[in-house]
């Protein structure tokens, strides 16, 4: 048991002198999950960075979820806010059945476009990919109008 024993807690040393660095930089981008309520809807959303930064808002593309995301967020909060949520019946949004939510384009953009509300967010970019740009375009031509 001896001879497992060193090699052992020479490794555990090793790891533990990096580990500092590494949680500096698990800190600097910690990703929060969080749910939000919207149009009777429970909204699941990915958030990191500073609210105080320019807001990015991330809309993912189909059959996809904010976890497509899990990868750049990190990245993009050290400069931005940034938000990325689920549609509903995507990812871990709640998943209404058929004939208690009318899932069309129109619909989906206009509860995006009331998260975005209800979160206080007023000036934002929008990071788009296929189905997310569509709702994206949706949601701008509304305010437009």
Known sequence: MRRFLM????????VWSVLPIQAEAISAAHVL????RVDGLDIFYREAG?????TVVLLHGFP?????????????????HVVAPDYPGFGHS???KLDEFNYTFDNLAAV?????EAKGLKRYSLY???LGRL????????KIR
């Open 7 to 14: 090699p052992f807690l020479t490794l555990l040393s090793m």
């Open 33 to 36: 999950y969080k749910t939000l």
């Open 50 to 54: 500073s609210p105080g930064k320019p």
């Open 64 to 80: 996809t979820s904010s976890h497509m995301f899990r990868d750049l967020i990190p990245v993009l909060a050290d400069d931005y």
């Open 128 to 130: 788009v990919t296929r």
């Open 94 to 96: 709640a998943m209404p």
């Open 112 to 116: 995006i476009d009331h998260f975005l």
């Open 135 to 142: 709702l994206g375009k949706m949601g701008e031509w509304r």
